[in-house]
Every structure is written in structure tokens, then in C-alpha cells.
């Protein structure tokens, strides 16, 4: 780079001649910037394309500040070496480390312009920064952001949504495999109360971030949970500038479901925790906030199962101590009223008794001359029968079968015991068994004498016979 001034020639040109070569006219023009900013400058504007090289370079576009998405009317591109990396850096940490340089933060920077004539760009060396500029700047958006949120009656309005007594479905909104999302789930699954986490990836930094979680904190709003965390973890102060956009907070706020935060370390609050229905300092403790809701609520439950134990308790002994006194009055009262009642039943016993016999006397008197009638009856009924009865036996044994058979008639029998009592029933063929009197024969129907055919004769002749 040359160092003449404005008004040098070209070194080593004709000036004679009206064209000029690229290497001529670039270290002329570097020349130019040299002479017309020979100090440093200052530079304010917000970083976009912010890109960090693997040989600790940093390169970025400082631009016209402009809302996310829009494409900005001037940029300047600026070169952070990393010697002058670290001495920025150093710059940053005296100043509490509250800045980091990332896309869409606002900073006031210090360095030289230069051309860089490999590539034919101007740009800015960077060497310095100026952190109280991008705080200063945050402090006020934030300022002016809490003031239109408080205009439109939103800092308390989630905070006014009533928390279920055991909420149990959580979405949690936080970018997923931080710690902070580990330190949920971990401080949720210790609980061992049984939790169901819907999770929605998010980015929680850079200049996409606040869309991300607006469009996170949507989906949720529309699901079946009882309440929604947002967390991230530590950071510096310009990390944490996407929780501070009026379009996180406005979502936070017309939530239907109640919004935990658990954002950064102990020290920082954003606008996201202005306008959540609680505000915890860690993710860690956010989650342990959900862990003593429920706990609360059970322990209620056990004390007042306990009240109504007790309760219960000190009934039975009343009741049964009423029992006990009426128990012993209604005993001594029984006994009394058993006493009487004996007395009076002895009395009507002894009084029945005496009418018993004498009812008995004379109900005695009164069957004697039946009983000696219906006596007398009796015997002649018997007489009568004894003699009908002696009448019937002879006149069964005169028709004993065998009284028959040892006169000498016989009785047949087909072989099946049906009694022949015609010859019809004894074709020929039949066996036939016949009882006498002192044994049985027994025979083939031949014929029976009736017309018909008859069995074939039983004489075999010899057919040589003449």
C-alpha cells in the first residue's frame, strides 16, 4: 500500500498516457484512501454474514441496521485479523464480557480504511470496539420495547393464565443437545413424578432466533400441555439479545398456556421475563419449579388425607365411647325390662300350666267312650278281614299252576316263554318248552294241523331202494 497523498502521481507512470493498468489504478486509489483517511475511523452498524475462519480471521458486512430479513441499502465490508482478534477481545472482557459479536448486534467499531487490491474491495481493518455503544444500544431497545409492551397491557398477561394444580404435560421450548436442555430433563426425570416433555427445537441465538422461538412457543400453544419452558443457558449480554425483540415477547405474552423462563445466569432478566407468567434464573431451576408444583400439590393431599385420618379418628372414639354409655344403659335397661318380662312369664307359665291340665283332664274324660267305641270297631273290621282274607288264599292255592302240574296237566311255552295256547301260535319250526310236574321237555313243531304247508317229512330213504 502506498502512503503518498492525495495528490501524488502514480508511482512509475507516464503521465503522458491516459490508460492505465489494474495494478496502476489499484495502488492509486489505494493511495487516494490513504490520503483522504489517513487515522483510524469510527464505524457504527449492525453485523451481518459474520464468518470466523479456521486461522482465527474474522470477516463480516457492517450494514445499515434494518429489521431481520431485509436487505440493507449500504454495507461495508470489515476485515478483523486475528492479532487484532485478540486485542478486541481483550478490549470486550475489560468491559465485562457483556458483548459477542454475532450476526444482527448493532456495534460502534474502530479501524482503518483500506483497499485490498487482490480482490479489489475496500474495507475496513478493524482493530478495536467500542462495548459500552452495543450495550448502550440493547439498554435502549430493550427501554423502548418494555414501554410499547406496557402501552398494550402484556407485561402481566401470561402472568394472569392459572397454573394447573399438577401440570404434567410440559412443552419445553430450547435448542436441542445444550446443556440446558440436559439440565431439564435430567432435573425432571430425577423427580421420578412422570412427566410428558414436548420438546421443539429452537435456536436461542443469532439473529433467526427470535423467529424460531415465536414459531416454537405457536405450536405449543396449540398442543394439550399445561405449561411451556423456555430456557437457555448463560451468555453474554448481546447472546441474549433475541429474548429481549418485541416479537419473542409478544409471543410469550398472548400465550395461551402459562410461559416458565429459565434464561442466562442468576444476574441477567430479559424481556422474555417480564412478560412470562414466572421468571426463574436457570433453566435448572425453572424445571425445579414445575418439580415443586407438583410436589406442593401432593403434599397437600397427604396432609389433608392425614386431617381427615385424624378426623376419622377422633370420630370413632366419640362414637364409640357413645356407643359404649348407651351399650351399658340398654344392658342395665335389658336387664330390668328381662327381670319384669321373667317374672311375668313365670307367672303366665305357672297359669298355663294349671289351665293344661286341666284342659288335658278333660279332654281325657271326653275320649274315653270314643276310644273304647272306635276299639270295638276295630276288632270286628279285623274279624271280617282276617276271614275275607283266608277265603282269597284258598281260592289262590286252588289256582296254583303247580297244585295243576302234579295232577298231571303241563303248561307250553314258545322257547321265548310266550304260552301256545293255539296252534297258530306254533308253526312248524317252533321250539317249544314244556313244563310238568317235575321237570320240562322240550320239542320241534313238525305240524300243526293246520291247512298250509306243512315241514318236510324227517325219513331219509335209500335211493338204490327198488
Known amino acids: 500500500m502506498s502512503d503518498g497523498t492525495l495528490f501524488d502521481d502514480a508511482v512509475g507512470r507516464d503521465p503522458r498516457s491516459d490508460t492505465w493498468t489494474v495494478p496502476e489504478l489499484s495502488v492509486h486509489v489505494g493511495r487516494l484512501l490513504v490520503g483522504a483517511f489517513p487515522d483510524d475511523v469510527w464505524v457504527e452498524g449492525q453485523i451481518r454474514n459474520l464468518n470466523r475462519s479456521a486461522n482465527g480471521h474474522v470477516y463480516f458486512q457492517l450494514a445499515e441496521p434494518c429489521p431481520a430479513g431485509q436487505q440493507p441499502s449500504t454495507q461495508l465490508a ?135 422461538i415465536t414459531r416454537a412457543l405457536t405450536i405449543l400453544g396449540q398442543d394439550d400441555v399445561d405449561l411451556i419452558l423456555l430456557v437457555r443457558g448463560g451468555g453474554a449480554r448481546t447472546d441474549l439479545a433475541p429474548f429481549d425483540t418485541e416479537l419473542m415477547a409478544r409471543a410469550i405474552a398472548t400465550s395461551p398456556v402459562p410461559v416458565f423462563t429459565g434464561i442466562g445466569h442468576e ?76 317374672l311375668l312369664l313365670d307367672r303366665a307359665g305357672d297359669r298355663a300350666a294349671r289351665g293344661a291340665d286341666r284342659a288335658l283332664d278333660a279332654a281325657a274324660a271326653r275320649l274315653v267312650a270314643p276310644s273304647r267305641a272306635v276299639g270295638d270297631r276295630a276288632r270286628r273290621a279285623l274279624a271280617v278281614a282276617e276271614r275275607d282274607l283266608d277265603g282269597v288264599a284258598a281260592r289262590t292255592r286252588a289256582h296254583d299252576p303247580q297244585l295243576a302240574l302234579a295232577r298231571g296237566w303241563s303248561i307250553t311255552t314258545t322257547a321265548d316263554g310266550t304260552l301256545v295256547r293255539s296252534p297258530v301260535d306254533a308253526p312248524p319250526g317252533t321250539t317249544l318248552v314244556t313244563r310238568v310236574a317235575d321237570g320240562q321237555v322240550t320239542s320241534t313243531v313238525t305240524d300243526t294241523g293246520l291247512p298250509g304247508p306243512t315241514a318236510p317229512s324227517t325219513d331219509r330213504q335209500d335211493p338204490a331202494a327198488p
Do not use: C
Open 267 to 342: 444476574i441477567d432478566r430479559s424481556i422474555a421475563d417480564e412478560v412470562a407468567h414466572t421468571a426463574h434464573k436457570t433453566p435448572t431451576a425453572a424445571a425445579a419449579a414445575v418439580v415443586h408444583q407438583v410436589r406442593r400439590f401432593l403434599a397437600e393431599v397427604d396432609d389433608r388425607a392425614g386431617a381427615i385420618q385424624r378426623a376419622v379418628h377422633r370420630s370413632l372414639r366419640v362414637a364409640t365411647d357413645r356407643l359404649d354409655d348407651r351399650t351399658t344403659r340398654v344392658a342395665r335397661s335389658g336387664d330390668r325390662a328381662l327381670g319384669r318380662q321373667a
Open 78 to 212: 470489515v476485515t478483523l485479523l486475528a492479532p487484532e482478534r485478540t486485542l478486541v477481545n481483550a478490549q470486550i472482557k475489560r468491559a465485562g464480557g457483556g458483548v459477542r459479536m454475532e450476526d444482527g448486534i448493532e456495534v460502534r467499531i474502530q479501524g482503518r480504511i483500506r483497499w485490498y487490491g487482490p480482490r479489489g474491495t475496500l474495507q475496513l481493518r478493524m482493530h478495536g470496539i467500542d462495548p459500552d455503544y452495543t450495550l448502550g444500544r440493547l439498554q435502549a431497545d430493550k427501554d423502548r420495547t418494555l414501554a410499547l409492551l406496557a402501552a398494550d397491557g402484556l407485561l402481566d398477561r401470561n402472568a394472569r393464565l392459572p397454573v394447573p394444580q399438577v401440570p404434567l404435560r410440559i412443552g419445553l421450548v430450547t435448542s436441542m443437545g445444550t446443556a440446558a436442555h440436559a439440565d431439564v430433563l435430567a432435573e425432571l426425570t430425577a423427580s421420578e413424578i412422570g412427566f410428558v416433555v414436548r420438546t421443539v427445537d429452537a435456536r436461542t441465538q443469532g439473529a433467526e432466533s427470535a423467529a424460531a
